[in-house]
């Protein structure tokens, strides 16, 4: 019997089964890798950077180095951060679903697993309808004399002073929490007891999460509007043009309530639209907020790259307000940025989706009642140097240490006498 009669089929169907093997491979996508990036030190990660740094240095290097995408550990956690208004809105908006709300587990601790953030679902919107019935619009109107009262007191209380202005407006805005959650409490010493935890908890909850007796984090187990309003008053300190504009904007308000004898309005709050855009472009200069958490529930692929379940995800709404592909000048304070629409997905300081804070109305009014009496009855001078403090958030160097002192007069009077006095060295 000839062999090759039984070579020829072994043959056949060697070939046969190499065709199907390398079909099904070419057919099969190529498994994800993940993002490139460093994961710094074991345990501590990339941390001591994010905390002793200018943000901005920190998230912009990676991004210049690795793209849109990239790995890095921080507080404990392996991360994926991701600096595009689509990747902000995929992980936000279009595919919440498969990011749940989350902390690194240092800072879940302090706030309790049944804060509002780290839900979904019916629950979510359950717990968020009771946390917004206390911010709703008809609470708000209503409680526009009494935020009012309590910026003018701590103004009042500056005059003629330098103080830190930061340490300042955390009072205010702790005095405004109070007010929208429980009314008017007028138990003095209850109200400090509840400002000392509250104040031991921010101070533990914005450090380094190290667990050793007497630090910061050790005893509490930001508050983002005296933050943006500590440097409102500093860019419109450095910026006499909108300086001007806004004190023009505001003192015909003062004057139509009788040169302030009278509250203000709900409605001229909402007409007050030069002061709202200088906070807009105070929330995105300064960018409290640089980024927020996800945690991804299964193994996700995006753009070719591998997010694995279980860690977290970091939308860098910093990195996005800085982008000069958005935002001509990104370092320049420039209100009118603001008087045209801005693209979607690029001016996100409260978030964005489901989980967007619900406060954002509220600290919005906060800020245009403070600027209001703040540029109508005072002058203020920063002291000392400029310079940033990061802890990790940025705020001014001490805290914006400035001196204030109440006006004799009005904007106009003082043109007048400015004029007057020129008048008067033109004749000498």
């Not at 990011?99 to 839900?119: D, R, V, W």
């Not at 001007?244 to 309530?257: G, H, L, P, T």
């Not at 001229?268 to 640089?290: C, P």
């Not at 954002?360 to 403070?370: D, G, R, W, Y």
Request: some cysteine.
């Amino acid at each position: 019997m000839n062999t090759s009669l039984l070579y020829y089929p072994f043959l056949f169907a060697l070939l046969s089964f190499i065709f199907l093997l390398a079909k099904q491979l070419r057919s099969r996508k190529p498994t994800p890798n993940l993002p490139p990036g460093s994961m710094g030190w074991p345990y501590l990660g990339e941390t001591l950077q994010l905390y002793s740094q200018n943000p901005n240095v920190f998230f912009a290097t990676r991004q210049n180095r690795y793209g849109e995408v990239f790995k890095t550990h921080i507080l404990g956690s392996p991360c994926v951060m991701l600096s595009s208004p689509e990747a902000v809105r995929f992980v936000l908006v279009t595919q919440a679903q498969l990011f749940k709300p989350t902390y690194p587990q240092s800072k879940e601790k302090l706030i309790g697993p049944s804060a509002l953030f780290f839900h979904q679902n019916d629950y979510h919107a359950q717990i968020r309808r009771l946390v917004q019935s206390s911010l709703s619009l008809d609470v708000t109107r209503n409680l526009v004399p009494d935020i009012e009262a309590i910026a003018i007191s701590l103004l009042d209380s500056w005059s003629g002073k330098v103080v830190n202005t930061f340490y300042e407006l955390k009072k205010f805005t702790f005095d405004v929490a109070v007010l929208f959650i429980f009314g008017h409490l007028n138990n003095h010493h209850h109200k400090e007891v509840l400002k000392e935890n509250y104040y031991t908890l921010d101070k533990g909850y914005n450090s380094f999460p190290t667990n050793l007796p007497g630090s910061s984090y050790n005893k509490s187990v930001s508050d983002t509007t005296a933050s943006l309003l500590t440097w409102m008053i500093k860019y419109i300190h450095d910026d006499s043009n909108t300086r001007e504009a806004i004190q023009i904007e505001q003192k015909a308000i003062f004057e139509s309530n009788d040169g302030g004898n009278r509250t203000l309005s709900w409605a001229q709050t909402r007409n007050m639209t030069l002061t709202s855009r200088a906070i807009k472009e105070s929330l995105r200069m300064a960018s409290i907020i640089s980024f927020t958490f996800r945690e991804a529930v299964e193994d996700i692929e995006y753009k070719g790259y591998l997010i694995p379940k279980g860690w977290k995800v970091l939308p860098l709404f910093r990195n996005i307000h800085h982008n000069p592909d958005f935002f001509v000048d990104p370092h320049k304070f420039n209100p009118s940025r603001f008087e045209l629409g801005i693209n979607p997905n690029t001016f996100m300081p409260f978030g964005n989706g489901l989980h967007t804070c619900p406060g954002n109305e509220v600290a919005k009014l906060q800020m245009l009642i403070f600027i209001h009496h703040l540029v109508n009855k005072f002058r203020w001078e920063v002291v000392g140097s400029g310079g940033v403090h990061y802890d990790p958030f940025p705020i001014p160097q001490r805290g914006l240490p400035a001196k204030f002192w109440k006006e004799t007069c009005s904007c106009s009077q003082r043109r007048t006498s400015k004029l007057a006095s020129r008048e008067e060295s033109k004749l000498k």
